[in-house]
């Protein structure tokens, strides 16, 4: 599947803004918000259409209509929640799930301290968090939902490093990844460069 990295000059923008470490966390979980709303223009851009007849106030005309295209925002805990809001703002049906999880400092197994997912498992999984890091988090996430019976999954980040992204692609080539940027690489303690610090800790203020 494909790598799509969304540079429309607006998010562009509002990125550059986030990315200032005097932004304060209003404006920062504001901007994430919109920037999630434009980016899920183009994660949506090929839902299908069918067409209804309706009445204008001038003509009856066939009108181009969803069809049917049931979708699931889930995000990792917790900077993912950051993310709903933008989306749920432009697919406001949408259900939400859950996905939190870390990772056992004795076997490296990632372990679910919270997973709660609608039981339909036709609907399209959009798996949100803001960074794409090494990338074990999302595929940990996207393991999960494959396992559980979840076949259309797409994963919606703000910033990721390569390695992430490589990860991503080499255990799910089946997963299109979207993004805002694509950035330089990790440092000693994979933090993404240049990046924007800890995604949470900026959207919560807990830095």
Request: glycine share 8%; aromatic share 6%; charged share 25%.
């Amino acid at each position: 599947m494909a790598l799509h990295i969304i540079n429309h000059p607006l998010v562009q923008h509002k990125l550059s803004i986030m990315r200032n470490k005097e932004t304060s966390t209003m404006m920062f979980r504001e901007l994430l918000k919109e920037i999630s709303l434009f980016m899920g223009y183009e994660i949506t851009r090929d839902f299908p259409l069918e067409y209804e007849e309706i009445e204008t106030p001038l003509q009856r005309m066939n009108a181009p209509t969803l069809s049917g295209k049931k979708v699931v925002i889930a995000p990792i805990l917790r900077a993912g929640l950051g993310m709903v809001d933008g989306l749920l703002a432009l697919i406001p049906s949408a259900r939400v799930g859950h996905i939190g999880m870390y990772r056992d400092e004795v076997t490296c197994e990632p372990v679910f301290y919270y997973y709660k997912m609608p039981e339909n498992k036709d609907r399209l999984v959009i798996v949100t968090d803001p960074m794409l890091a090494t990338g074990g988090s999302a595929c940990d996430a996207i393991a999960r939902l494959k396992r559980d019976g979840y076949t259309s999954i797409r994963l919606m980040c703000l910033v990721a490093a390569p390695q992430g992204v490589k990860a991503v692609q080499e255990r799910h080539p089946d997963v299109d990844i979207y993004l805002a940027a694509l950035d330089e690489g990790l440092n000693e303690r994979n933090y993404i460069l240049p990046g924007l610090g800890d995604a949470g800790d900026r959207i919560f203020g807990t830095r």
